[in-house]
């Protein structure tokens, strides 16, 4: 990684859902995500009123809606990572600074 600012990425596609029952229905419609580097949440910046972080924005992220809703997000990330990695044969190991980045 370099030392550069980590960057909120805007990204369009397409929403399709289909439901099967009672009645057979579907849709389709475009739309919008981030991709929100959550190992540099802490970093990204303040100066755009449109994203915020922990804060009213009209695109905010507020930790407390993911996860557990009370332990840091990150930290609650890696607490995951640790449980995988000790309970199961995966080839995945826990590196306190790889990037996670929710889509």
């Given at each position: 990684m370099t030392?550069?600012?980590?960057a909120l990425e805007l990204a369009f596609g397409e929403i399709r859902h289909t439901r099967l029952r009672?009645?057979?229905h579907a849709l389709r419609h475009r739309g919008f995500y981030c991709r929100i580097p959550v190992h540099a949440l802490a970093d990204l910046p303040r100066a755009t009123r449109l994203f915020g972080v922990n804060r009213f924005?009209?695109?905010?992220?507020h930790e407390s809606d993911h996860g557990d809703g009370?332990?840091?997000?990150?930290?609650w990330i890696r607490s995951l990572t640790v449980k995988v990695t000790s309970t199961s044969n995966s080839s995945f190991t826990d590196e306190s600074d790889a990037p996670f980045t929710i889509y």
């Amino acid at each position: 990684m370099t030392g550069a600012a980590p960057a909120l990425e805007l990204a369009f596609g397409e929403i399709r859902h289909t439901r099967l029952r009672p009645v057979r229905h579907a849709l389709r419609h475009r739309g919008f995500y981030c991709r929100i580097p959550v190992h540099a949440l802490a970093d990204l910046p303040r100066a755009t009123r449109l994203f915020g972080v922990n804060r009213f924005a009209p695109l905010a992220f507020h930790e407390s809606d993911h996860g557990d809703g009370r332990t840091p997000l990150l930290r609650w990330i890696r607490s995951l990572t640790v449980k995988v990695t000790s309970t199961s044969n995966s080839s995945f190991t826990d590196e306190s600074d790889a990037p996670f980045t929710i889509y």
